[in-house]
T-cell receptor, first 113, second 113 residues
Framework: DTAVSQTPKYLVTQMGNDKSIKCEQN?????MYWYKQDSKKFLKIMFS???????INETVPNRFSPKSPDKAHLNLHINSLELGDSAVYFC????????????FGQGTRLTVV | AQSVTQLDSHVSVSEGTPVLLRCNYS??????LFWYVQHPNKGLQLLLK??????LVKGINGFEAEFKKSETSFHLTKPSAHMSDAAEYFC???????????FGKGTRLHILP
């Protein structure tokens, strides 16, 4: 009955590979987010989708592409992985884009070697 | 094991009066502590952080928080609330020995005119 679930929890991959992180929420929320936790533990927003439409797109490399097949899913695809992509990525959702209360997944630790 | 508890899910204050959002944590090691704010239709914004330096931490928008180890608390305060402070606030604890971060469940701050 996990509200926001991310898979995988851990991902180790080589430079140059393409990988995806999946996120699903069963809360019936309209809005979903991807955050990156940087080396100083700060969370920075990457993308936000509302009803499958992109509403926030911060300055991230275009190797990162979010995909929302339906409003319960927001997957993050990363092409040509680089060492600097190693981080923890968090997915979150909120009721809608006017509701600030967000629910977070447990994070995906990506390690690029 | 780490944990963080935000003691109030909703707090209502009148404009111009002090704000107090409470956060207690448990950690077997000296943690890093953060407060984030989330406004509607926006991602998380870092308000302030504590990382074992000064126990009284000043953040943006007039917010500050005091780390009290004896009380295992990191309450967020502001002397005078403004209407624009209405948002959801998250207390976050991080163990510096690894990348795990734990979110509080959030406190919704309502500002009454």
């Amino acid at each position: 009955d996990t509200a926001v679930s991310q898979t995988p929890k851990y991902l180790v991959t080589q430079m140059g590979n393409d990988k995806s992180i999946k996120c699903e929420q069963n809360l019936g929320h309209d809005t979903m987010y991807w955050y990156k936790q940087d080396s100083k533990k700060f969370l920075k927003i990457m993308f936000s989708y509302n009803n499958k439409e992109l509403i926030i797109n911060e300055t991230v490399p275009n190797r990162f592409s979010p995909k929302s097949p339906d409003k319960a899913h927001l997957n993050l695809h990363i092409n040509s992985l680089e060492l600097g992509d190693s981080a923890v990525y968090f997915c979150a959702s909120s009721h809608n884009d006017r509701d600030p209360e967000a629910f977070f997944g447990q994070g995906t630790r990506l390690t690029v070697v | 094991a780490q944990s963080v508890t935000q003691l109030d899910s909703h707090v209502s204050v009148s404009e111009g009066t002090p704000v107090l959002l409470r956060c207690n944590y448990s950690s077997s090691y000296s943690p890093s502590l953060f407060w984030y704010v989330q406004h509607p239709n926006k991602g998380l914004q870092l308000l302030l952080k504590y990382t074992s330096a000064a126990t009284l931490v000043k953040g943006i928008n007039g917010f500050e928080a005091e780390f009290k180890k004896s009380e295992t608390s990191f309450h967020l305060t502001k002397p005078s609330a403004h209407m624009s402070d209405a948002a959801e606030y998250f207390c976050v604890v991080s163990d510096p020995r690894d990348d795990k971060i734990i979110f509080g469940k959030g406190t919704r701050l309502h500002i009454l005119p």
